[in-house]
């Protein structure tokens, strides 16, 4: 009958798509806004720690043990060529997939060597007398550090998870791209925390 | 909150800490730290979300330019 519309007439057709690819990957997008929301945590870490630093007129306090600056800036060299070798993974995969499964388990081997230094570090400390309680110096050094370990852990899992859809072929460049990136963050953010705590 | 939680009122960095020049001059430096980190952190990332889409919609209308 005349005038009136069918169900038919009414369905809304969806234009067509702007791009045929998303301008920035869910994974990435989701990892970057977890970046941003960690870099929060760690600027008040070290804003507190900065106050907290200028209270007293010597630091770290008199009769503490000293942190081991020389030991830590080796492992920081290690964190980063760790870096640099995942970012040669990310720039070889473009090309040759396969290429970049070698240089991706170097710079995970890397980062759980810097995990396993920072392991031995805290526990001469602790044998040392360095513990949470000691003082405020020591609280914000193992707040600090263990969170930020916690980080490398959680990039090494990421890394690890890349690593094995490498090996079965399920790996897509977006989820690789992503793990990347938060490795990038905590390799990069190290040399601050470094600074700022042991110097 | 001293009285009930005295070692979380401790923990605060800035709850009992001197009066001096240093402190307060680390109080105003991280003050405008944190104010200023945020904004620059998502400013820097909507700056890249934004030429990243010019070079996206570049590579779609000439998809076999190198």
Redesign the interface.
């Known amino acids: 009958m005349a005038g009136i519309m069918s169900e038919h007439d009414l369905r809304i057709v969806p234009p067509p798509p702007r791009?045929?690819?998303p301008?920035?990957p869910n994974q990435v997008l989701g990892t970057?806004i977890f970046m941003?929301t960690e870099?929060?945590l760690f600027?008040?870490f070290?804003?507190?720690?900065?106050?907290?630093?200028?209270?007293v007129p010597v630091w770290p306090p008199v009769g503490q043990p000293r942190l081991p600056i020389e030991t830590t800036a080796a492992t920081t060299l290690v964190l980063l060529l760790s870096g640099a070798l995942l970012w040669y993974a990310g720039r070889v995969y473009s090309k040759d997939p396969d290429a970049a499964r070698r240089p991706m388990l170097a710079a995970g081997a890397l980062g759980t060597l810097f995990v396993l230094a920072q392991g031995v570090e805290w526990v001469q400390l602790l044998a040392a007398g360095l513990t949470v309680q000691t003082s405020?110096h020591a609280?914000f050094f193992y707040l600090i550090v263990g969170v930020h370990a916690l980080h490398v852990i959680g990039g090494l899992g990421a890394l690890l998870l890349q690593v094995r859809r490498h090996v079965g072929g399920t790996m897509n460049a977006d989820g690789f791209w992503a793990a990347r990136l938060f490795w990038y963050f905590v390799v990069l953010l190290w040399p601050v925390l470094y600074w700022k705590v042991y110097l | 909150m001293m009285w009930l939680w005295t070692g979380t009122a401790l923990?605060?960095?800035?709850c009992g800490?001197?009066d001096?020049e240093?402190?307060r001059?680390?109080?105003i430096?991280?003050t405008i730290?944190?104010s200023l980190?945020?904004l620059g952190?998502?400013g820097g990332?909507g700056i890249w979300?934004w030429r990243?889409?010019q070079q996206?919609?570049l590579d779609?209308a000439h998809p076999h330019a190198d």
């Open positions: 791009r045929s690819k301008v920035v970057i941003l870099s929060m600027a008040g070290i804003s507190a720690y900065t106050i907290s630093k200028a209270n405020a609280g | 923990a605060c960095a800035v800490g001197n001096t240093a402190t001059k680390a109080f430096d991280t730290f944190m980190f945020p952190a998502m990332v979300i990243r889409s996206v919609d779609e």
